[in-house]
């Protein structure tokens, strides 16, 4: 079946500032190639507006960070703000290609062996100066059995991290390992000053609360439920970001999130409801922005409990929802149905998969067929703060009780939330991955590999030993075509044995202020601030 791809073109307001939800990149994509840029005032006169140095940017979010040690968090809310406090070797930018870092290049010297070039005069917030020793305190730290990262399975194939001289550092992989760089791009591999790392284990510093990075802002304060300020850093190595402070507001209420970007109070709204696109298009001070998503969204089963430890009632589940509803109906076409967990902009994403049809009928068929003629009753569970989270829980309710299913639906606050399905005390629940490095084996093996039950990623306790070497096999697998091959055949395996309903790619659907500036939004879900700028409109307008 030949995958759809929805392309947002909003000309330059997708450009004036991409904010979205998730956890590596959420771009804004243009007829000029994603690229974002600000849009002036209505007039299309450049001179109009002009550029303002300085100020504070709010941004509204739905959810506070859960943490702000990037070896430690697995959500998106946490890792959208860490983002702009630590930098990583090399990253993602708005195409998804992957750019020197805080490493100034790299290269592969053999089939387990990684060379990295560091950056020079580069410092810490603190004062410690970055070099090739804070690589390996980092690196050792996150794969250190007793820091029990959620994230060390994207780095467990590291066999050694070496300090060759003051600006070199080589990683050896125990096999080949060809996802290295894509993973030390991810959030989890951000480099924190060793003083801090030092200062955390023995108690007087907590890294949770007390980020120390080398980016564009640095950690102010962070009054938890309620906001978090970061402050200009004067001392980056690159050139300074143009705005003085960014402060991130909870705002769990999209109605008053709304009401502040139209009352000037802020400059950005993240998760806005299609159905309140056209209420920020009507603003005469703000506009739509969106963004196609690496990502995937999912109703999750707890593959360990009845009766979902059955693939024929998970099947039947998933052949039970209509995903065009879904794309069509809740998210009013901003976004593509999933047939299976990987994106079209995912390296190992592939149009010759069979997705499970829509088939309401066979669906009771297979749940007969499972002993379960009269049905069953179960309980989903989603997060309080995402309304089209809980409007799916509401379309898998609607859907599901005809065939005879009946969901009861519990909203939880979002870290409690991700607790309970972590500790694997959930039936069903609502879910998304941001798929941040854009690769495959990030979707695939975090997921569903057996190695990652619980909090790493696995949330729905899938266990498969074949899906499991095919995994393994692909991310050890130097030639690209055999891993592309690699990674469809266990994408097909994981849709026909239905551990979850992978229901949609949705965009990101954001509301900016028209008088930001230099705002990229990419698809991994992050938005860095660094190129931000405020503009003061020339016809009395103010400056946020």
Known sequence: MERMRKVSAIGSLVLLFGIAACTDDGQNETDEGNEATGSGDSTGDEEAAESSEGGNMVLVMPSDAVTLDPHDSTDVPSNIVFDNIYETLVYHDENTELQPGLAESYEQLDDLTWEFNLQEDVTFHDGEPFNADAVVANLDRLLDPDTASPRASLFEAIEDVEAVDEYTVHITTDTPFSP?????????????????????????LNLDTEPVGTGPFEFESWEQGNEIVLTNNPDYWEDPAHLDSVTYTVVPEQGTRLAMLENGEAHFVQQVEPANTERVEQMENASIVTQEMLGFEYIGFNNEVEPFDDVQVRRALSMAIDKDTIVEGLYEGYGTVADGPLGDMVFGASDDIEPLPYDPEQAEELLADAGYEDGFSTTLLTNDENPMRIQMAELAQDQLSDIGVELSIEQMEWGAYLDTIAEGNSEMFVLGWSSATGDADY???????????GAPGNQTFYVNEAFDDLVIEAREETDEETRLELYEEAEQLLIDEAPAIFTDHNDYIVGVADSVEGFDHHPNGLFPL???????????????
């Open 530 to 544: 660094d190129d931000v700028s405020i503009t003061e409109e020339a016809e009395g307008g103010s400056v946020y």
């Open 180 to 204: 290295l760089p894509a993973h030390l791009a991810h959030g989890s591999g951000s480099m924190m000053s060793p003083a801090a790392i030092e200062a955390d284990a023995e108690g007087e």
């Open 443 to 453: 979707v695939l093996h975090p997921n569903f590999h057996s190695d990652n039950l």
